[in-house]
């Protein structure tokens, strides 16, 4: 069974929650601008409070609390910084949503009885937004929310 919060409240209350717990789910995000094609991008995230590890459009990232990892593939380079309140918001879709929140933009996330997103419906006044969630579950495992690159790997430190 799945249910709609729309109080204000409730969806503070989950993203609230993500403080203590730790979700893991892969997402499809939808991004339809008011002049163009929707666009697409899928991938995973792993997230507890602010803390997260995201794979998403050929590249990964993590943020361990202090420190932004930001790791390219086809380039085999790392790139770590400290990142600004607004380039976090930016690359975690759960903290984008409790940002929107806070701005009263409409923002509606779908729940399952166990308390796990099945979808969110966020709208910033020029784009919406459709992240669909599967797989979602909260675990018990400890996370490492760092990038360790392959063994001559480029690494680029701008903290």
């Known amino acids: 069974m799945t249910y709609l919060l729309t109080i204000l409240t409730a969806l503070s209350a989950f993203l609230t ?9 892969d997402f499809t995000l939808t991004v339809t ?4 094609q929707p666009m697409n991008i899928t991938g995973s995230i792993t997230v507890n409070g602010e803390r997260f590890v995201l794979a998403a459009l050929d590249y990964e990232a993590a943020y361990d609390g202090s420190t ?3 790791w390219q593939p086809d380039t085999e380079e790392l790139t770590l910084s400290t990142p ?9 879709p759960f903290l ?16 399952d009885d166990k308390q796990l997103p099945v979808k969110a419906q966020m709208n910033d006044g020029k784009n919406s937004y459709m992240l669909s969630f599967r797989n979602a579950q909260y675990i018990n495992t ?4 760092t990038i360790t690159p392959p063994e001559g790997a480029f690494i680029n430190d701008l903290r």
């Not at 929650?17 to 789910?25: G, I, V």
């Not at 601008?33 to 163009?36: D, K, L």
């Open 68 to 70: 932004l990892y930001l």
């Open 84 to 92: 600004t309140q607004q380039e976090l918001i930016e690359a975690n």
């Open 142 to 145: 400890p996370v490492n929310y």
């Open 33 to 36: 601008e008011n002049v163009s």
């Open 17 to 25: 929650s993500l403080e203590t717990k730790t979700l893991q789910t």
């Open 96 to 111: 984008f949503a409790k940002e929107l929140d806070q701005q009263g933009k409409k923002v509606n996330i779908v729940l």
